[in-house]
C-alpha cells in the first residue's frame, strides 16, 4: 500500500492510501482503451488529378522531362519525354501479374539517367483501381518528384 | 551395525528439519507489496492511449468489405468528405461528426455511364463545409473506370484535392 508517514511523536502524520481500487480503476480503464482502440492503420497517397479540360489541382508549370505510363491489361505503356534517350516502351505483365519491380528498376535508371522528373498515369478502364495505385507509388518510389492521374 | 547407523542418521535429518522450520518462523514477518510503481505504470498507458487514440476511422470510413490497395509512400489521411467504392455500390459521408451516409449508386452503372456521375455531384454541390479534399476510399478490385468518374465528379463539383486511402505497405 502508499503510504505517507512522518517519525515523531504521537501526533506525527501517518497515512495509509489504499490503492487496490484505484488499480482496479486503471486497469478497467486500460482494458477500455485497448479494445475500443482502432488498429487498422489506414493512410492516403495525395493524388495530383488531370483531366482533358486541363483541371489540376496541384497548380505547377509543366515539367521538362515527364514520363507517361499508361497502365493496360497487357502491362504498362511508357511514353518518355523527348531526349530521353533509348529507355523501353513497355513492361509487359509476368504471367497474370503486373511486373512491379521490372517498371521500378526502369523508371529508377531513367531517373538517375536521363534526369526525368515527372510523370502522369493513366489507365484503361478494365483495369483494376489497385494496379493504378501500385502504379503511382511505383513512379514515385522510384524517384519521380510530381506524379499526376490522369482522368481523361 | 549397518542398521543402526542408517536410524541414527534418520533422526539426524529429522532434527535438523525440525530445526530449520522454526528458524523459518522466527524470520516471517509483514510482507508489504509496493503499488506504486504499478500505479504509475498503469498511469502512463492510460495516459499514452488516450493521446494516441485520435481514430482515423472517424475520418476515413472503411466498410462494405472495401480491401484497400497498398502503398509505400503514405500520408496520414485529412480529415474531409469521404467516397467509399465498394464492389456493387458507392457510398458518401460528410466530414461533420455524426453526419450519415448515403448510398449514391451503382457501381456498374458509374462504369457504363458518362463521365460525370449526376447523383454523386448533386449530393457534392450540397455540402456546405466544403475543405477541398475527398477521400476516396476504393476497392482494390474495382475498375478504375468507376473510379476515374467519381474523381472527375468530385473535381467538377469543386472537390480540387484527391486523397486515396491505402494501406501502408
Known amino acids: ?152 | 551395525m549397518p542398521l543402526k547407523r542408517a536410524r541414527l542418521k534418520i533422526s539426524a535429518l529429522s532434527t535438523g528439519r525440525k530445526n530449520r522450520s522454526a528458524e523459518k518462523n522466527k524470520k516471517v514477518g509483514a510482507v508489504s507489496l509496493s503499488l506504486t510503481s504499478m500505479v504509475d505504470m498503469f498511469a502512463i498507458l492510460v495516459i499514452f492511449l488516450l493521446t494516441n487514440n485520435q481514430s482515423v476511422e472517424e475520418w476515413v470510413k472503411l466498410e462494405h468489405d472495401i480491401s484497400l490497395p497498398r502503398a509505400k509512400t503514405a500520408d496520414m489521411p485529412k480529415k474531409a468528405v469521404t467516397i467509399q467504392v465498394a464492389a456493387d455500390k458507392i457510398y458518401a459521408q460528410d466530414s461533420v461528426p455524426g453526419s450519415k451516409e448515403a448510398a449514391i449508386t451503382d457501381v456498374a452503372s458509374v462504369t457504363k455511364g458518362p463521365l460525370i456521375v449526376e447523383s454523386l455531384r448533386t449530393w457534392l454541390v450540397k455540402l456546405a463545409n466544403k475543405e477541398g479534399y475527398v477521400n476516396v476510399v476504393a476497392d482494390e478490385k474495382v475498375n478504375y473506370g468507376a473510379v476515374r468518374r467519381i474523381i472527375s465528379t468530385a473535381q467538377i463539383a469543386g472537390f480540387k484535392n484527391i486523397n486515396l486511402a491505402v494501406f501502408p505497405r
Do not use: C
Open chain 1, 1 to 152: 500500500m502508499g503510504g505517507v508517514s512522518t517519525p515523531g511523536g504521537d501526533g506525527g502524520l501517518n497515512v495509509e492510501l489504499n490503492l487496490v481500487p484505484f488499480i482496479d480503476l486503471l486497469s478497467s480503464l486500460v482494458l477500455f482503451l485497448l479494445l475500443g482502440a482502432v488498429w487498422v492503420q489506414i493512410a492516403s497517397m495525395q493524388a495530383a488529378v488531370e483531366s482533358k479540360k486541363g483541371v489540376r489541382s496541384v497548380a505547377s508549370t509543366e515539367p521538362p522531362k515527364r514520363l507517361e505510363l499508361r497502365v493496360t491489361k497487357r502491362g504498362y505503356e511508357l511514353v518518355w519525354p523527348a531526349k530521353a534517350g533509348k529507355l523501353p516502351t513497355g513492361v509487359a505483365m509476368k504471367g497474370s501479374t503486373y511486373d512491379h519491380d521490372g517498371l521500378l528498376s526502369v523508371v529508377s535508371s531513367a531517373v538517375k539517367d536521363a534526369k526525368v522528373n515527372a510523370g502522369g498515369v493513366s489507365a484503361t478502364d478494365d483495369v483494376n483501381y489497385g494496379e493504378v495505385v501500385s502504379a503511382i507509388d511505383l513512379l514515385k518510389e522510384g524517384g519521380l518528384k510530381s506524379v499526376a492521374m490522369s482522368t481523361e
